[in-house]
């Protein structure tokens, strides 16, 4: 027998499924890729609903990761409405501004307030963060980081520490 110019089948087996074991993880990698959520940042200080705000020119929507970063402040003047996953890191400032500002998030969204991160109202009961339609923060409320806001399988609020990442 010639060794070298034919493959034993076992060999080719092995070969043909190392390629498609290849072709299974490209495929993922590019599926992942393709679906990753955007991240918009705070790019000045401003209000939540102004697009000068935000890196992407755009506002925030159901998907993103928004991240607020240390040493910038969003203002939330009316209702903002997420029917679907965000994830809020809050390094900076989050305040609420105005009556009825409320912002509302659904499960399993979350809302990560990092050390040294604010959320902050001016003391109206009407200012308010909903999530899954609990209240988790009024006006009158001061959070400061580190907190983990989530709703876990029995709607019950979620704190937990947070290491600085």
Do not use: H
């Amino acid at each position: 027998m010639i060794t070298g110019l034919f493959s034993s089948p076992k060999k080719t087996d092995k070969i043909r499924t190392m390629k498609k074991l290849y072709l299974v993880v490209f495929v993922i990698f590019l599926f992942n890729i393709s679906f990753a959520a955007p991240v918009i940042m705070v790019s000045s200080n401003g209000y939540w609903n102004s697009i000068s705000t935000w890196n992407l020119n755009r506002l925030p929507k159901v998907g993103d990761t928004i991240l607020i970063p240390a040493n910038r402040t969003v203002i939330i003047s009316d209702d903002q409405d997420f029917n679907g996953f965000v994830y809020i890191k809050i390094l900076g400032k989050l305040l609420f501004e105005n009556n009825n500002s409320t912002l509302n998030v659904d499960a399993p969204s979350v809302i990560a307030v990092f050390p040294n991160a604010l959320i902050s109202g001016n003391g109206s009961a009407s200012q308010k963060i909903r999530y899954n339609n609990s209240i988790i923060f009024r006006g009158a409320d001061l959070v400061s980081g580190p907190q983990l806001f989530q709703l876990s399988q029995m709607a019950l609020l979620l704190l937990c520490s947070l290491r600085y990442q």
